[in-house]
């Protein structure tokens, strides 16, 4: 799997209509922050919310922080002028291109060529700026796996349950609600989504949990994605962003079992054995790749930069 280029425990969600809150957004503990011209900004918005995040991709103290813009959905008439604003006509242009409403790799395809003209004439590194790809249609679900390997510029699949749910005709209120249903509702398709982006070398964000006046709900539904293999969610208010911060690193205690348990298996190899015991268990090169992960997670997060 490719090393992904940025760390993205914490993906906080901006409306780019409200320099206030891109100021806030910037200052946060945020890994990336994500300027939504879509779904948070009213139709005759559209345009100031352009020009508040051009101004805040250019004047703003971004320090740390990967800056993502998403744009207005391929299909709508916002989509172009998005992309030729806040990348050719921004000196500062975003980090990542969060794209919604894709049904296939079209959707991506498109982008993806105009991102490499504007790249081409304003003298940007080729292929420098990622795509995030939003998963929110069953369209979208039932071809994942094709999704997230029609693009090198392809840095994580996002899962939107709001529009997934309206898609799939779910009878379901508000996103993170309690339902009835007996277990994860969204177990399958966070499964399946995290599989196609390991599958492609990327990485799998969960989607947003509406109701931030519930630490609790949005901790254990945030442990939950971790543990299937997810690498971080997305925040639609600051005061989630130090829980999945924390959720989706590894803890002291976790990182020194990883070192134990990595060491016991090379100094084993060394011994050309090709099992250990460890605290009465027996442990091999399969458990060591496990753990192998958990210290490479670890090491993304120190490699991070910390604010000035």
């Known amino acids: 799997m490719r090393q992904p280029p940025r760390l ?21 503990e945020a890994d990336v ?5 879509e779904d948070g900004v009213a139709p005759d918005a559209k345009h100031d919310a352009r020009t508040h995040t051009i101004a805040a991709l250019r004047e703003l103290s971004w320090r740390r922080i990967g800056r993502a813009v998403r744009i207005n959905a391929v299909e709508t008439a916002w989509c172009h002028d998005d992309l030729i604003a806040v990348v050719g006509d921004c000196d500062a242009a975003p980090d990542v291109i969060v794209i919604p409403k894709v049904y296939g790799p079209r959707e991506v395809w498109f982008v993806d060529d105009l991102l490499g003209q504007l790249e081409a004439k304003h003298g940007l590194e080729p292929g420098g700026i990622g795509i995030e790809v939003l998963i929110e249609d069953v369209r979208a679900l039932s071809r994942v796996e094709e999704i997230a390997a029609c693009s090198p ?33 969204w177990h399958h398709a966070r499964t399946r989504m995290i599989v196609a982006a390991r599958a492609a070398g990327i990485e799998a964000i969960d989607g947003p949990y509406a109701d931030y006046t519930d630490p609790d709900g949005f901790a254990a539904t945030s442990h939950t994605f971790a543990l299937l293999g997810g690498s971080g969610r997305w925040c639609i208010h600051p005061s989630q962003i ?14 020194a079992e990883a070192e134990r348990v990595v060491t016991a298996v090379r100094d084993a190899a060394a011994r050309g054995e090709g099992t250990a015991s460890l605290d009465g268990r027996m442990i091999d090169p399969a458990t060591a790749r496990n753990f192998e992960l958990v210290l490479a997670r670890a090491a993304r997060v120190d490699d991070r930069p910390t604010s000035p």
Not at 242 to 255: G, M, Y
């Open 8 to 28: 993205r425990r914490s993906e906080l969600s901006t409306p780019g209509s409200n320099p206030k809150m891109l100021a806030k957004a910037a200052a946060s």
């Open 33 to 37: 922050v994500v300027i939504d011209l």
């Open 153 to 185: 510029r392809i840095e994580a699949l996002v899962l939107g349950v709001g529009d997934l749910a309206a898609s799939q005709g779910m009878r379901l209120g508000h996103i993170g609600a309690a339902s009835p249903y007996p277990g994860d509702i």
């Open 242 to 255: 130090e829980a999945v911060n924390r959720i989706f690193a590894p803890t002291a205690e976790e990182i």
